[in-house]
């Protein structure tokens, strides 16, 4: 049975081989042992409320309680680029006219930018190959979702999420090589490899600050921008149905897209309600439509996938499902639609 829980001290071994199996391109989750031991004890100080809100990093992971193994990992920070630059590209337009020649053009251009400083930030999502079926990656990436309704206070008024770059099936990233590699003098996993460790100098040292112009990039690099990763789409796709949005920011050396939504728009902050366990439930429901359920305690913070009907206030749940989220009868859990409702229209 699957649970996304917050981490602990001893997932950290788990954690970094989950990181092994990751790849290139994911900023935020690399197999180096001090880092992420620095990571999981951030993230526990997080769920204890020990440190700042804005330093906060909420880590979760996705256990398989049958097996005793990890199965996902995610993430949640409570605010990027304050403590070290956050950079993005801004797409923007630069219109040319001649009257006398009769000609206009407007070409799009990227600009590099720290817009996005100070926002909440969705990041190190990874689902290990093994659980990529049925409705695990739904209930990885969603579960976070569930957490920011039940503690908005602690996120900023507009969350962000870095999408991995696309890159050719050889690991090569055309964005990248067209226009990095000229001002860095390196390989692309040793800028990633750099920027994982904080080390983000070099970037404003090496980068051009004049705009530049998409069109003088070849065909491969210009079809690259704002495209994700072929692991990454269902991620995209995941995030967007939650009310997350691309609006012309993408990463600096694969030209991922960043999507964005303010917090009061998500779905989970208009959809999910509260609900109490039944003490005394006639029908625990079997076989029906699977919802989001979490319990309501930051430190010990849980979620399944359920075939339960919240109804006026009140939920049945099995003694199983009731032991994953740690919860007990008369105990409040917060709920939400596993897939979006469909209108009668469509």
Same mark, same amino acid.
């Given at each position: ?12 071994? %788990? ?7 990751? &790849? ?31 330093? =906060? ?48 053009? =407007? ?8 817009? #996005? ?9 990874? #689902?290990? %190959? ?40 050889? &690991? ?25 460790? &904080? ?8 980068? %051009? ?8 990039? %070849? ?8 495209? @994700? ?34 917090? =009061? ?27 989001? @359920? ?18 006026? &206030? ?10 994953? #989220? ?21």
């Amino acid at each position: 049975m699957l649970v996304v829980r917050a981490i602990k001290p001893d997932d950290l071994d %788990p954690l970094l081989a989950m990181a092994a199996q990751v &790849g290139s391109g994911m900023t935020t989750l690399k197999p180096d042992r001090k880092l992420l031991g620095d990571r999981v004890e951030v993230a526990c100080a997080s769920f204890a409320e020990t440190i700042a809100p804005e330093k =906060r990093d909420y880590m979760f992971v996705m256990e398989d309680t049958s097996k005793g193994c990890m199965a996902g990992v995610c993430a949640i920070k409570g605010a990027v680029g304050l403590d070290e630059p956050f950079y993005n590209y801004r797409i923007g337009t630069l219109v040319h006219s001649s009257r006398e020649l009769k000609v206009f053009t =407007r070409m799009e251009t990227l600009y590099l930018s720290n817009d #996005l400083t100070g926002n909440s930030e969705l990041c190190s999502l990874f #689902l290990h %190959p093994d659980y990529r079926s049925g409705s695990n990656g739904k209930l990885l990436s969603k579960s976070r979702f569930l957490f920011i309704a039940q503690f908005p206070h602690l996120f900023t008024e507009k969350i962000i999420a870095e999408m991995r770059g696309y890159q050719t099936p050889e &690991g090569v990233s055309p964005f990248y090589e067209a226009l990095g590699r000229h001002f860095f003098k390196m390989e692309f996993d040793a800028c990633d490899e750099l920027t994982a460790k &904080g080390k983000k100098s070099f970037i404003a040292e090496l980068m %051009p600050r004049q705009p530049i112009y998409v069109s003088y990039l %070849p065909d491969d690099a210009q079809e690259a921008v704002g495209k @994700v990763h072929t692991n990454t789409a269902p991620a995209r796709r995941l995030l967007e149905q939650e009310g997350m949005y691309y609006d012309g920011f993408v990463d600096i050396f694969d030209a991922g897209p960043v999507l964005q939504a303010r917090v =009061r728009e998500l779905r989970a902050m208009r959809e999910s309600a509260l609900s109490v366990i039944d003490a005394n439930p006639t029908v625990v429901p079997i076989g029906g439509d699977p919802i989001l @359920v979490s319990n309501t305690d930051m430190r010990n913070f849980r979620v399944i996938v359920a075939p339960a009907s919240p109804d006026h &206030g009140r939920i049945a749940l099995s003694d199983a499902d009731q032991e994953l #989220l740690a919860c007990q009868s008369g105990d409040a859990v917060r709920t939400l639609s596993l897939n979006l409702r469909r209108s009668n229209n469509e």
